[in-house]
């Protein structure tokens, strides 16, 4: 049985696209998206989702309080038969509601090495505290912002004529790459988590 993906999204959409492609391609094999939810109407990413043939749900969260919110997300994920939730530029923390309904079954992607410059604009954190080193990280989710357990992270340096946009186009390559390979690691459940630590078994 294909394991079921689904992914949470606001924005562009090109982690989605690239989750995705790495299935289509058979870099995340035995898997397929089987919806996708947005919080934003209009998001790109829907229209991306649309174009591939996948299940798209707008599901508007404005005004809603946020466990409410989240318990509409979870039927349809759960209607949806969901194994696996990726957050894919998803503007809007976890309840804990959200959280328990996927133990250990939730990732994010962030363009930072966490725990550096979580929340927004994480790459002008980076280029504005003259860091060497930039990167960015997939975890999994808990209900505080980008502070779940490590699965993966990529680490470029830092260009002295880097501008913000110059070093999230690097990282946003880095990104795509990674949160597949994450994905699949945790697909195929070849990790156990020690406390914090992700830690590989093959
Ligand atoms: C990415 O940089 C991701 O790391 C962050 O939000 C951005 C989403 O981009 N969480 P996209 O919508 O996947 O293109």
Same mark, same amino acid.
């Given at each position: 049985?294909? *394991?079921?993906?689904?992914?949470?999204?606001?924005?562009?959409?090109?982690?989605?696209?690239?989750?995705?492609?790495?299935?289509?391609?058979?870099?995340?094999?035995?898997?397929?998206?089987?919806?996708?939810?947005?919080?934003?109407?209009?998001?790109?990413?829907?229209?991306?989702? *649309?174009?591939?043939?996948?299940?798209?749900?707008?599901? =508007? &969260?404005?005004?809603?309080?946020?466990?409410?919110?989240?318990?509409?997300? $979870?039927?349809?994920?759960?209607?949806?038969?969901?194994?696996? $939730?990726?957050?894919?530029?998803?503007?809007?923390? @976890? &309840? =804990?509601?959200?959280?328990?309904?996927? =133990?250990?079954?939730?990732?994010?992607?962030?363009?930072?090495?966490? +725990?550096?410059? +979580?929340? @927004?604009?994480?790459?002008?954190?980076?280029?504005?505290?003259?860091?060497?080193?930039?990167?960015?990280? $997939?975890?999994?989710?808990?209900?505080? @912002?980008?502070?779940?357990?490590?699965?993966l /992270?990529a680490?470029?340096? $830092?260009?002295?004529?880097?501008?913000?946009?110059?070093?999230?186009?690097?990282?946003?390559?880095?990104?795509?790459r990674i949160? &597949?390979?994450?994905?699949?690691?945790?697909?195929?459940?070849?990790? *156990?988590? /020690?406390?914090?630590?992700?830690?590989?078994?093959?």
């Amino acid at each position: 049985m294909k *394991k079921r993906i689904g992914v949470l999204l606001s924005g562009r959409g090109s982690n989605f696209e690239a989750l995705a492609e790495s299935i289509a391609s058979g870099r995340i094999p035995n898997a397929e998206i089987a919806i996708v939810v947005s919080n934003r109407d209009g998001a790109p990413g829907t229209d991306r989702a *649309k174009a591939r043939g996948i299940a798209t749900r707008v599901i =508007p &969260s404005k005004g809603l309080e946020r466990e409410t919110y989240d318990r509409e997300v $979870v039927a349809v994920l759960n209607e949806h038969k969901v194994d696996l $939730v990726c957050l894919a530029g998803y503007m809007r923390l @976890l &309840s =804990p509601y959200f959280v328990a309904a996927f =133990p250990n079954r939730i990732l994010n992607i962030h363009p930072s090495l966490l +725990p550096s410059f +979580p929340g @927004l604009e994480s790459q002008r954190q980076a280029l504005e505290y003259g860091v060497q080193f930039a990167g960015c990280t $997939v975890h999994f989710v808990d209900e505080n @912002l980008d502070a779940g357990p490590i699965v993966l /992270q990529a680490v470029l340096p $830092v260009n002295d004529n880097d501008t913000e946009d110059t070093l999230s186009a690097r990282i946003l390559e880095q990104e795509h790459r990674i949160y &597949s390979e994450a994905v699949r690691i945790v697909l195929e459940d070849r990790y *156990k988590i /020690q406390g914090r630590r992700v830690i590989r078994t093959t």
